[in-house]
């Protein structure tokens, strides 16, 4: 199932499987995860969906780097294909628990827990929501959002990255970086590999086999037109001030401090996008008599 998108909303989970725990080089744990008669591997599109973030770059400890990319479902009501991947991993995600709870010994070295305790302690959803920071709670007044890792083999990416149309991008040449910054819009394939496991939880692991980038525009170094003829100009009007809306899709500052890029056991932790600021009215107080 891996040489044809499919729509992850039609698929029927009860035909998931997952294979044999195995232990990596580097202690990481992960199992096969198969779907059908044919035992292949789930390829599906991710639909057009809005980068709320930069991509993530995060330091290792042997001094090299992983890069991660959040997508988020702002677009999943006015855009089919992106509703399909949320649906579908929404399915996904619940036939997750089922199977952590009948694998809990194998998988988390557990017993006795039930799906509720599985889902609140153990499972790493692939739907993410932000969560309240005072009470913990799913925080629906922001879209939720899906993460993954984006891979390098050999000092080269191991995917291919499209354009708007639709022409290839050659990744030797151009920094990804500056493509995939907030306000870019980005659609991916990603294929169902893996399932993590390890002491803190487990969780899907996908990889993306393809990239299609709708880039936004962001000005580097100078940019002013100094051919302009407004430097000569010695009378101005007022600036028009505007002030900031609380759009809470544009804002995006309630996130889960708790929320973690899992991967054979490693977690890290998101940086947190910075909030917006209100003004501050002081009232002067009144002159004793």
């Known amino acids: ?46 639909g057009l969906q809005d980068l709320p973030w930069d991509m993530n770059v995060y330091e290792e400890a042997d001094g090299g780097k992983s890069y991660a990319l959040s997508l988020s479902f702002k677009g999943r009501d006015t855009n089919q294909a992106t509703k399909n991947f949320y649906e579908g991993l929404e399915k996904l995600d619940d036939a997750m628990l089922d199977l952590g709870v009948k694998n809990q010994l194998e998988w988390l070295k557990k017993k006795g827990k039930s ?100 880039s936004t525009q962001r000005f580097t170094g100078y940019a002013f037109d100094d051919d302009s003829e407004d430097d000569d100009e010695t009378e101005y009007a007022a600036p028009v001030v505007e002030s900031v809306a609380d759009d809470a899709d544009d804002a995006d500052v309630e996130e889960d401090a708790d929320d973690v890029e899992d991967v054979e056991d490693e977690v890290e932790e998101e940086p947190e996008p910075a909030p917006v600021k209100k003004k501050r009215i002081v009232k002067k107080k009144k002159p004793s008599a």
Request: charged share 25%.
């Open 115 to 214: 799906k509720e305790q599985v889902a609140e302690d153990y499972y790493t959803p692939n739907v993410r929501w932000g969560k309240d920071k005072v009470t913990g709670e799913i925080n629906t007044q922001y879209p939720p959002r899906f993460q993954v890792k984006l891979a390098k083999k050999n000092g080269r990416w191991t995917f291919d990255a499209y354009n708007q149309q639709k022409e290839k991008i050659n990744l030797d040449e151009v920094d990804l970086e500056t493509l995939l910054v907030r306000g870019a819009k980005v659609k991916a394939l990603v294929k169902l590999t893996t399932v993590w496991t390890g002491a803190r939880g487990y969780g899907c692991k996908w990889a993306v086999t393809q990239l299609k980038i709708h």
């Open 1 to 46: 199932m891996t040489t044809k998108p499919v729509n992850l909303n039609e698929l029927n989970f009860s035909e998931l499987t997952i294979g044999k725990v195995n232990t990596l080089d580097n202690g990481g744990k992960i199992a096969f995860v198969n779907y059908g008669e044919d035992g292949g591997q789930i390829l599906t599109s991710s």
